[in-house]
């Protein structure tokens, strides 16, 4: 088996006063951070689709960077990436993966003959784990949204066929999961939404995806599946209305088909940007309903309506995650999956490393910084002081049940006007705090 990256050893920890520029100066993996070591605690993973996929392609041009793994066989080159991406990771620590079916093994004729091919690599993709079981499966997906017979959704196609076809590739999917010891099966709705409700019967759709969902756990859990499901949310795009917009309206999905015991959330950052919410915000609704599961670590430029899945390199963002994860106790059967392509004119095989280092050391950062504020406790001190008046009094009668409206508005009558039991929201003098806290490290 070939090297494919000769020319670059294994990325070492140099500490942040280094400028090598194919070492980490914030991640240095075995270092306790927060009660455990920063792999643990951070649990990157390498995306096939764009790392292994993804050639630079967009709609006003081809692919920029040679994705080949230099076989034009796509048997052999699919074993050729299997091959390229272990020693990607392992050249940068990278412990996990993450893959849609066809990034591992493309279609071939029919359905049979695609999972024929599709089984030999995962078959080969085990025997590289039992040679290096330091490399896991975070989750895998089934890529149902790019074929033409996708062209009006999946499981929420108008076509029964389409539904039956999509089921079948999603238990092969399952299958591989399962086989590869992975933890997590990820459903992110590629076409799951609508262009225009003049064409849609909307009920039914949303019963059928709940349906595909159902049939989904049932199997794998028969199969002997114990991970997590997860659901990610999405806005637009590729649809214009997607069915799985935001972290609260997947919530109010699953409950209403009673799916919420089964799922969890896959947050990724670009995502929320395009709903118009912050990073935090999607992870805080998520920890908030017990539904956090797992990250698609990347960024969106706020000056662009799409998505554009950057490396992440805002520090700031990075941090408010961490401080998100580790207040929902940390990773369990999740990580950060780095949902994220090099831009179309960092072409050459280093900037592969060039930016995985960027987004591994942003969240390195992210993760030293949210133990701090932690530490610190400035902040979380301030929020629970601010809602002190929950503890006594009348709010805690409120909570505790023994107060209803009668007796509220006795209380509001005797009290009079409650302007004076408010305080400031220091807003400014928080973000000072953070930023204090930020750079001081
Ligand atoms: C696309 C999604 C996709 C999911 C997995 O926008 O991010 O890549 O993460 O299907
Ligand atoms: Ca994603
Ligand atoms: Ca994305």
Redesign the pocket.
């Known amino acids: 088996m070939s090297e494919f990256f000769s020319n670059i050893g294994k990325i070492p920890y140099e500490g942040k006063n280094s400028t090598n520029p194919l070492a980490f100066k914030y991640y240095n993996p075995d270092e306790v951070i927060g009660g455990k070591t920063m792999k643990e605690q951070l649990k990157f993973a390498l995306?096939w689709?764009h790392t292994m996929g993804g050639d630079g392609t967009d709609m006003f041009g081809c692919g920029t960077t040679d994705k080949t793994w230099g076989e034009s066989d796509p048997q052999a080159r699919a074993k050729a990436k299997v091959d390229a991406a272990f020693e990607i990771m392992d050249k940068l620590s990278i412990d996990y993966f993450?893959f849609?079916d066809r990034d591992l093994s493309p279609e071939y004729g029919s359905l049979a003959e695609t999972n024929a091919e599709f089984d030999k690599i995962v078959d080969y993709i085990a025997e590289k784990m039992a040679a290096d079981p330091s490399k896991k499966l975070l989750w895998g997906?089934a890529?149902c949204?790019d074929h033409p017979r996708f062209m009006h959704g999946a499981g929420t196609s108008p076509s029964a066929d389409v539904f039956a076809y999509t089921a079948a590739q999603i238990k092969k999917a399952i299958d591989a999961t399962v086989k590869l010891g992975g933890n997590g099966y990820?459903f992110?709705g590629?076409r799951e939404g609508y262009e225009t409700l003049l064409n849609t019967n909307m009920g039914l759709e949303l019963d059928n995806m709940a349906r595909l969902m159902k049939m989904a756990v049932e199997y794998a859990r028969s199969i002997g599946y114990t991970g997590d499901f997860y659901i990610?949310p999405?806005p637009k795009?590729p649809t214009k209305h997607q069915y799985d917009f935001d972290t609260a309206t997947v919530l109010g999905f699953l409950r209403k088909y009673g799916l919420d015991k089964d799922f969890k959330m896959?947050i990724?950052a670009?995502?929320a940007t395009l709903a118009q919410h912050t990073f935090q915000h999607e992870l805080r609704v998520a920890r908030e309903n017990g539904a956090f599961g797992s990250i698609?670590a990347n960024q969106g430029d706020t000056l662009l309506g799409w998505?554009t899945?950057q490396f992440p390199t805002n520090v700031y963002e990075a941090a408010l995650c961490m401080y998100e994860v580790l207040k929902a106790g940390g990773f369990t059967n999740g990580g950060l999956?780095f949902?994220s392509k090099a831009r179309r004119g960092s072409f050459t095989p280093e900037d592969i490393f060039h930016s995985y280092i960027a987004g591994m050391d942003t969240f390195a950062l992210g993760l030293r910084i949210a133990d701090k504020l932690i530490t610190d406790g400035r902040i979380d001190k301030f929020v629970e002081e601010r809602y002190a008046s929950w503890t006594t009094g009348i709010g805690k009668d409120i909570i505790d049940g023994k107060v209803g409206f009668a007796e509220l508005e006795k209380y509001a009558l005797e009290k009079g006007e409650v302007t004076d039991s408010l305080s400031s929201g220091r807003q400014e003098m928080l973000e000072a705090v953070l930023n204090n806290v930020m750079f001081n490290l």
Request: glycine share 4%; proline share 0%.
């Open positions: 995306s689709w993450c849609h997906t890529k949204f990820v992110w590629g990610e999405k795009e896959n990724e670009n995502h698609d998505d899945d999956n949902d």
